[in-house]
């Protein structure tokens, strides 16, 4: 069974400008998190979507980011414009069954750099 | 505010050595934690997670500590070997994750 796979696993931009990073959750994984770690510090929930609804959007950090997870099954974060705090590396994580949220499996992370 | 974190940014060990790694929270109503560990170029993996109502939970190798007075947590990880190498995450139930510890494991 393969795991959460993102895309890229590395972007380099410049600020102002446009990224999409994309999730491919688990397959039969309802639950779908996106997650962000600024260098050296904690890892920071931004949301969560059960299939192509969003459950908790709290930790987005403004309307720069945007999530949609259209028909349920693969997500898209995109950030409009870049800034330079943007950077960091943005992990994906998804879980089966909302009781147990804990069960997270997590994908590789994608490395954004702004310049 | 309430926050996760971690005594120690880095730990380094001889193989073979026992490691602990620490975590400290604020929130006394979180009834639930976690602990990732994260290697270079994955994300977090889930390694063992324990509720309020226990004070300590074992696993392969590992055991997580739980002190509820002190609002403490910790990862104890025997006979530590260079597979362990990696950042190591504590997590309450609502996704909050500390910073995060570095452990090193020497030959």
């Known amino acids: 069974e393969a795991g959460v796979t993102q895309f890229p696993s590395h972007s380099v931009i410049e600020k102002g400008q446009t990224v999409t990073l994309r999730c491919d959750p688990i397959s039969g994984h309802d639950n779908l998190y996106w997650y962000r770690r600024v260098m050296g510090k904690e890892i920071k929930f931004l949301l969560h979507f059960v299939k192509e609804s969003k459950q908790d959007e709290s930790g987005m950090p403004n309307n720069r980011f945007l999530a949609e997870r259209t028909g349920g099954t693969y997500s898209t974060l995109k950030v409009q414009p870049a800034e330079l705090e943007d950077s960091g590396v943005y992990f994906c994580?998804?879980?089966?069954?909302?009781?147990?949220?804990?069960?997270?499996?997590f994908g590789p992370g994608t490395r954004l750099t702004v310049t | 505010g309430e926050s996760v974190g971690l005594h120690l940014p880095t730990l380094s060990v001889q193989e073979g050595d026992n490691s602990i790694i620490n975590c400290a929270y604020s929130n006394s109503a979180s009834d639930y934690f976690i602990w990732y560990k994260q290697e270079s170029g994955k994300g977090p993996q889930f390694i063992i997670d324990?509720?309020?109502?226990?004070d300590k939970r074992q696993g392969q190798r590992v055991t997580v500590l739980l002190n509820k007075t002190v609002k403490h947590l910790s990862l104890q990880i025997a006979a530590t070997q260079p597979g362990d190498s990696a950042v190591y995450f504590c997590?309450?139930?609502?996704?909050?994750f500390g910073a995060g510890t570095r452990l090193t494991v020497k030959p």
């Open positions: 324990i509720r309020s109502n226990m």
């Open positions: 994580a998804s879980s089966q069954d909302l009781a147990r949220f804990y069960e997270q499996y």
């Open positions: 997590a309450e139930n609502d996704m909050r």
